[in-house]
């Protein structure tokens, strides 16, 4: 689904485009047409879901032909808070770039006089909290009469804060012709009732909650080079204490490459994409689930509709394209109090993503350096060495022996791996335990990282 399938105009899919949206939300792509139709609109939908553009977008056209007229605003939006109502306006002001919709902000804390001569001047769009409307009603400096689309905006927090009888008040002053847009993130029976008495036979769209990151949920961002994204992945399953945990790739085919190196490296793992067939998804989730896999490698359809909660790990083998696949992703982990931990690999290609993240998580992601992976030293490896690692996944796997897990035998090794790299591929390590990789293709080098051969354990009287 585009944008341009919802019907907005050129100059609003311009200011869409220069906004950085590349998909409308689920939201976004039932409401808009919907909106744009003239119906009226229940949506169930909380922040983050991309409600505001939900609304302002159709607003924007709708109201683009005709003109306000003095104290008669041809539309009104009422907000529970000053916050919201500010992020409304700048949601218009971005989307309304190419369009000259007047706007005017009716809050608390901001100057009266301001206001009425905004007032005065005539608006397209009036932003406000029910507090101050009513008391610029009384005043005489606004009519209400004029109001073609009412959007009713976060209600639910309207009816908790003690606004409901002053929003009934001022739509009790509009003309009964006109398209009301109610939106609430829950539908307790007080709002249905408003909803009955306000709106006229709307469309109901509800859409998921984005599920904000659970608090529960420490992230973590580490950048790589896309062909140090496995080597990365395994640095970090083997330096977290994973108990169990969902990997994410963007496409199905990344899914098996990555669920076989995973496997040839020694973690127990298991594939989860919508080419497999029910009985062996079913059989997959089972063991996932039993404990008998540790890791299930997953695509976004096909981790959605998984009961899966409250594992310890999620990592984002790919920066997912859509912002809320990420929300959706990491809130596997976490849940319930419970501490859980999520990871994403990112590649220098992904910042446009990233920022969507982001911007819909409102924070940025902590960035960590997977030390084990030594990217610079890949920086310059010779041609031949990419090459081979671009060929077939498998290939590719027996290509990546300079190990991860070992920084400093990395470092030692690093000039020599760089000229060895381009040697023939080092062969397969048998090892269970990652851990003992080679660090260089020139041939098995046993480490003694966490793998202390039995001899050595034993006391030394024993051993002599
Ligand atoms: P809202 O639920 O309206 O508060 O929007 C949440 C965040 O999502 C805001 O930061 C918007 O800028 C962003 N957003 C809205 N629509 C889209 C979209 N189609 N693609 C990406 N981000 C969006």
Do not use: W
Request: net charge positive; hydrophobic share 40%; glycine share 6%.
């Amino acid at each position: 689904m585009t944008f341009d399938s919802l019907g907005l105009s050129s100059n609003t899919l311009k200011a869409v485009t220069d906004a950085g949206y590349t998909e409308p939300t689920p939201i976004q792509s039932q409401a808009i047409p919907i909106v744009l139709q003239g119906r009226d609109v229940l949506g169930c939908a909380q922040t983050g879901t991309g409600k505001t553009a939900s609304f302002t977008l159709p607003m924007i056209e709708i109201l683009s032909s005709g003109r306000a007229r003095a104290r008669m605003p041809r539309s009104l939006i009422l907000t529970p808070t000053r916050e919201l109502a500010t992020q409304i306006a700048d949601n218009f002001q971005i989307y309304g770039k190419y369009h000259k919709l007047s706007m005017a902000l009716l809050i608390g804390g901001v100057s009266m006089t301001d206001q009425q001569r905004a007032l005065d001047r005539g608006v397209d769009v009036l932003i406000a909290t029910p507090g101050r409307i009513l008391d610029l009603f009384e005043r005489g400096s606004i009519l209400l009469t004029g109001v073609k689309v009412l959007v009713i905006d976060e209600a639910d927090r309207m009816l908790d804060m003690g606004f409901i009888p002053d929003v009934e008040r001022i739509v009790s002053l509009l003309s009964p012709i006109r398209q009301t847009l109610m939106f609430s993130a829950t539908m307790p029976p007080e709002i249905r009732r408003l909803a009955d008495k306000f709106l006229s036979s709307p469309k109901e769209i509800t859409v998921a909650p984005p599920a904000s990151p659970a608090e529960t949920v420490t992230q973590a961002l580490a950048t790589v080079k896309p062909i140090d994204k496995r080597e990365a992945l395994r640095a970090l399953l083997r330096s977290e204490p994973v108990e169990n945990a969902l990997i994410f790739c963007n496409r199905k085919k990344d899914v098996d490459v990555l669920d076989r190196s995973l496997r040839k490296h020694g973690f127990s793992a298991a594939a989860l994409h919508g080419d497999m067939s029910q009985p062996a998804r079913t059989e997959t989730l089972e063991a996932f689930k039993a404990g008998k896999v540790t890791l299930l490698v997953a695509t976004d359809v096909a981790g959605r509709g998984l009961d899966i909660q409250g594992l310890s790990h999620v990592f984002n083998f790919d920066v997912p394209i859509h912002a809320e696949d990420y929300v959706h992703r990491i809130g596997r982990t976490g849940r319930a109090g419970r501490p859980g931990r999520a990871f994403m690999l990112a590649t220098p290609a992904d910042g446009k993503y990233l920022s969507a993240i982001n911007k819909l998580i409102g924070r940025e992601i902590p960035t960590v350096t997977v030390d084990a992976v030594a990217a610079a030293e890949v920086d310059d490896a010779p041609k031949a060495r990419k090459r081979t690692r671009s060929t077939k996944a498998n290939k590719a796997e027996t290509a990546e022996k300079p190990t991860t897990a070992a920084k400093t035998s990395r470092r030692r090794s690093s000039s020599k791996a760089k000229a060895s790299e381009t040697k023939a591929p080092a062969k397969p390590s048998r090892s269970r335990n990652a851990k003992s990789e080679p660090a260089n293709s020139d041939g098995p080098v046993v480490g003694m990282g966490d793998h202390v051969p039995a001899f050595m354990l034993k006391p030394f009287s024993e051993a002599g």
